[in-house]
């Protein structure tokens, strides 16, 4: 039983990696969104999000490279952080698209609708639906992109 265990987990380790790193960053991510909207930003949800990504995807390339994909890749580092950027900045834009068109499209914002359905509205559509749509692309377009199949680093054993 633990040997099939320990086989599923090494078969997805990539994936709960990234997983376990998309946890940390969606933390960092929402800290600094409401952080900016509390305080500085409060009538600008759209641009605190964008400032909050900006930050978790810093943050998500560091953990990513480091441990995610650690026996991946192999490129130079500026072309590789250059091909996590242009990802990441896909990913932005998928992040946001379901906030804005929540905000803009569907007008769930002041002054058509309560400051606190607005707030429930962006949450769900920025936290919840903007990042589960973009993390699944990202884990798709980072190991497709930058860091593809080619073993340059020891890969770290599971168990």
Known sequence: M???????????????KFIMVGAICWVVDTGVVYTLKLTVLGEKPLTA?????????????ALNREW?????????????ATLYLVCSG????????PQAVS????????PFVSPVTQAVANFITGQVIG????????FWAFRRFVF????????????
């Open 68 to 80: 995610s994909f650690r026996s991946r890749g192999g490129r130079q580092w500026h072309w590789e």
């Open 103 to 110: 905000l803009y499209v569907l007008q769930l914002r002041v």
């Open 49 to 61: 999000r964008v400032i909050g990504v900006v930050v978790a995807t810093v943050a998500s390339y």
């Open 148 to 159: 593809p199949e080619v073993r340059t680093r020891e890969p770290e054993p599971v168990g």
């Open 90 to 97: 896909i990913g932005v834009l998928v992040t946001v698209l």
């Open 2 to 16: 633990r040997q099939a265990l320990l086989a599923w987990l090494d078969k997805r380790a990539e994936l709960l």
């Open 131 to 138: 990042v589960l749509l973009a993390t699944g692309f990202r």
